[in-house]
């Protein structure tokens, strides 16, 4: 059964860095396009990053462009998110996702899903 399994949550100051980690077993890795989501209470799922097969070619929000490094190595299953001057709109609970047939921002899209890690930026 596939199991995606994020990591490298945490509570940081604002301006600072964390880097996300996703690991997907039982999954045929790089046949995959993968995501990152993120959520807050009462708010739908929104659009993070996303990343090719090869990783190749990457996707970002507005909202995280330049800020977010999105990454993926196919030999290990992993898939990385570093996000560096963070803020405080940045909390949310982050997920990955991964999809089979399609590279897309929509999280409607997407096949699997790991339980989010908690990302709380404070001011």
């Known amino acids: 059964q596939v199991q995606l399994g994020e990591s490298g949550g945490g509570l940081v100051a604002a301006g600072g860095s964390l880097r996300l980690s996703c690991l997907a077993a039982?999954?045929?890795?790089?046949?995959?396009?993968m995501g990152w989501f993120r959520q807050t209470p009462g708010k739908a799922r929104e659009f993070v990053a996303a990343?090719?097969?090869?990783?190749?070619?990457?996707m970002y929000a507005d909202s995280v462009r330049g800020r977010f490094t999105i990454s993926r190595d196919n030999g290990k299953n992993w898939m990385y998110l570093q996000m560096n001057s963070l803020k405080p709109e940045d909390t949310a609970v982050y997920y990955c996702?991964?999809?089979?047939?399609?590279?897309?921002?929509?999280?409607?899209?997407?096949?699997?899903w790991g339980q989010g890690t908690q990302v709380t930026v404070s001011s």
């Open positions: 990343i090719s097969r090869s990783g190749d070619d990457t």
């Open positions: 996702a991964a999809d089979r047939w399609t590279y897309t921002t929509r999280a409607s899209e997407y096949d699997y």
């Open positions: 039982e999954l045929h890795f790089r046949f995959y396009f």
